[in-house]
């Protein structure tokens, strides 16, 4: 596992979050952005994903563009990040962009260990991916989700649900008592990855207790 690690190293808050070699590129601009957000201090460690649709899919499902479908790599995946958080003294929030919001999703649901999800435009069109949501009980306080204006606008049948899956999956959210916003910006789905990114972690900071 590749990691890099950004802000303060000593902070109490520390963001995970998955990473492609497209973000590692952005990840210093998202990091500036969010220090002029964020009212807390942070460490964020950047997990380097090789196999973006196999290591972050919490299913098989069949490929929605392209050739590549998308594996079931999540568990092994979440394992690994889970030897980064075992600091009791400290705050672990997980966030991403695209399937690694979504991944982050799952992964709330999988373990107790984080106190928020930054999910900055999710794949929660993702096949399964709202059933599970609404047959399951998420394990945080908090979940900050986002979409682009035009995302749900495609003509890919598939990821033309996406704005649906998120409005209703906020409504699960909260109805389980779980503190959620979905927020839409301007553009589509590749439009400001590391604004989406570093506001979607802003808002898990800016409304934790620390």
Same mark, same amino acid.
């Given at each position: 596992?590749?990691?890099?690690?950004?802000?303060?190293?000593?902070?109490?808050?520390?963001?995970?979050?998955?990473?492609?070699?497209?973000?590692?590129?952005?990840?210093?601009?998202?990091? $500036?952005? %969010?220090?002029?957000?964020? +009212?807390?201090?942070?460490? #964020?460690?950047?997990?380097?994903?090789?196999?973006? !649709? =196999?290591?972050?899919?919490?299913?098989?499902?069949?490929?929605?563009?392209?050739?590549?479908?998308?594996?079931?790599?999540?568990?092994?995946?979440?394992?690994?990040?889970?030897?980064?958080?075992?600091?009791?003294?400290?705050?672990?929030?997980?966030?991403?962009?695209?399937?690694?919001?979504?991944?982050?999703?799952?992964?709330?649901?999988?373990?107790?260990?984080?106190?928020?999800?930054?999910?900055?435009?999710?794949?929660?069109?993702?096949?399964?991916?709202?059933?599970?949501?609404? $047959?399951? %009980?998420?394990?945080?306080? +908090?979940?900050?989700?986002? #979409?682009?204006?035009?995302?749900?606008?495609?003509? !890919? =049948?598939?990821?033309?649900?996406?704005?649906?899956?998120?409005?209703?999956?906020?409504?699960?959210?909260?109805?389980?008592?779980?503190?959620?916003?979905?927020?839409?910006?301007?553009?589509?789905?590749?439009?400001?990855?590391?604004?989406?990114?570093?506001?979607?972690?802003?808002?898990?900071?800016?409304?934790?207790?620390?």
């Amino acid at each position: 596992m590749t990691i890099y690690k950004f802000g303060e190293q000593t902070a109490k808050n520390v963001l995970i979050q998955p990473v492609s070699e497209h973000d590692h590129s952005l990840m210093e601009n998202e990091v $500036n952005i %969010l220090q002029t957000m964020s +009212k807390e201090k942070f460490c #964020l460690i950047a997990v380097k994903i090789a196999d973006w !649709n =196999k290591e972050l899919s919490p299913w098989e499902a069949p490929a929605v563009f392209g050739n590549q479908p998308f594996g079931n790599g999540a568990k092994e995946t979440l394992e690994k990040i889970t030897t980064l958080c075992t600091d009791r003294e400290k705050s672990y929030f997980i966030g991403g962009y695209s399937l690694a919001g979504l991944f982050s999703i799952w992964a709330a649901y999988k373990t107790d260990v984080f106190s928020g999800v930054a999910a900055a435009s999710p794949s929660i069109w993702f096949p399964g991916f709202y059933d599970f949501m609404r $047959n399951n %009980l998420i394990k945080c306080p +908090k979940v900050y989700l986002s #979409l682009g204006d035009k995302e749900e606008k495609t003509k !890919n =049948k598939v990821m033309s649900a996406v704005g649906d899956y998120a409005r209703r999956g906020v409504e699960v959210l909260k109805s389980r008592g779980v503190e959620s916003i979905l927020e839409w910006n301007e553009g589509n789905h590749f439009k400001d990855a590391d604004l989406r990114t570093a506001k979607a972690f802003a808002w898990v900071l800016n409304t934790s207790d620390n």
